[in-house]
C-alpha cells in the first residue's frame, strides 16, 4: 500500500499569512494527488485535485504543486474561514490513502 | 445539486452489523462510482470500500473481510454493511460521489456523516 505522509500535523498562523503544508507519497503517485478541506463537525470538502486543479468554486488563494514525490497545498493569504485541518489522498493505487492530517490554527 | 444523506443506526451492539444507507437527490446513482469513508472521533480519515452502479466493487483490504457495499438503482440508493464490529469500528461514516476522470478520482460531493458508535 502507498503511504502518504504530511507536515507539518499542526500549524498556527495568522490572519493574511502564506501557508504550506505538504505530503509525501511512499512510491510515485504521479499526479493522483487530491486536497481536501474539513471543519469541525462537517464533511471534508475538496479544494484541489490531480495535484494542481483547483475544484470549482475553491477560492484561487488555494494552489497546489508537485515536486516528484511531494505535493503542496498554498493558502497563499490565509483567511479567517481558512481554519480548519487539510488532508491529501493518494488515488493512484488502492487503497486509496489518506495523510494523516494537517490542523491549520490561529495564532 | 447532488446532495447524499447517511442514514441508520447509531447505536450497534459488538459482534452485530453496522448497516447504513446513503440517499443520493438532485443525481443519479447509475452513472458514477460511490464510496464510503469513515472517521474514528478525533482522528483521520479511512476509505472502506467503493461502488460502481453496475455493482462492481472494491473495498479496502483492512476491512475486505467485513466489508460489503451495495447499490439500489431503483431507490437511488447504496448501503454498507461492516460485520462483526467491535469498538474500534466507532466512527462518523461518510459517503460520497467520486467524480473519476483521466485526471484520477475525486470526491465531489459528501454526505453530512452518520456517527455510529459500537457499545453494548
Known amino acids: 500500500d502507498i503511504q502518504m505522509t504530511q507536515s507539518p500535523s499542526s500549524l498556527s498562523a495568522s490572519v493574511g499569512d502564506k501557508v504550506t503544508i505538504t505530503c509525501r507519497a511512499s512510491?510515485?503517485?504521479?499526479?493522483?494527488l487530491n486536497w481536501y478541506q474539513q471543519k469541525p463537525g462537517k464533511a471534508p470538502k475538496l479544494l484541489i485535485y490531480?495535484?494542481?486543479s483547483l475544484q470549482s468554486g475553491v477560492p484561487s488563494r488555494f494552489s497546489g504543486s508537485e515536486s516528484g514525490t511531494d505535493f503542496t497545498l498554498t493558502i497563499s493569504s490565509l483567511q479567517p474561514e481558512d481554519f480548519a485541518t487539510y488532508y491529501c489522498?493518494?488515488?493512484?493505487?488502492?487503497?486509496?490513502?489518506f495523510g494523516q492530517g494537517t490542523k491549520v490554527e490561529i495564532k | 445539486q447532488v446532495q447524499l444523506q447517511e442514514s441508520g443506526p447509531g447505536l450497534v451492539k459488538p459482534s452485530e452489523t453496522l448497516s447504513l444507507t446513503c440517499t443520493v437527490s438532485?443525481?443519479?446513482?447509475?452513472?458514477?462510482?460511490w464510496t464510503w469513508i469513515r472517521q474514528p472521533p478525533g482522528k483521520g480519515l479511512e476509505w472502506i470500500g467503493y461502488?460502481?452502479?453496475?455493482?462492481?466493487?472494491n473495498y479496502n483490504p483492512s476491512l475486505k473481510s467485513r466489508v460489503t457495499i451495495s447499490v439500489d438503482t431503483s431507490k437511488n440508493q447504496f448501503s454498507l454493511n461492516l460485520s462483526s464490529v467491535t469498538a474500534a469500528d466507532t466512527a462518523v461514516y461518510y459517503c460520497?460521489?467520486?467524480?473519476?476522470?483521466?485526471?484520477?478520482?475525486?470526491?465531489?460531493?459528501w454526505g453530512q456523516g452518520a456517527l455510529v458508535t459500537v457499545s453494548s
Open positions: 461502488i460502481y452502479f453496475g455493482g462492481s466493487t
Open positions: 512510491q510515485s503517485i504521479s499526479s493522483f
Open positions: 438532485g443525481g443519479s446513482v447509475s452513472s458514477y462510482y
Open positions: 460520497a460521489r467520486v467524480f473519476d476522470t483521466t485526471a484520477g478520482p475525486r470526491y465531489d460531493y
Open positions: 489522498q493518494q488515488t493512484y493505487s488502492s487503497p486509496p490513502a
Open positions: 490531480a495535484a494542481s
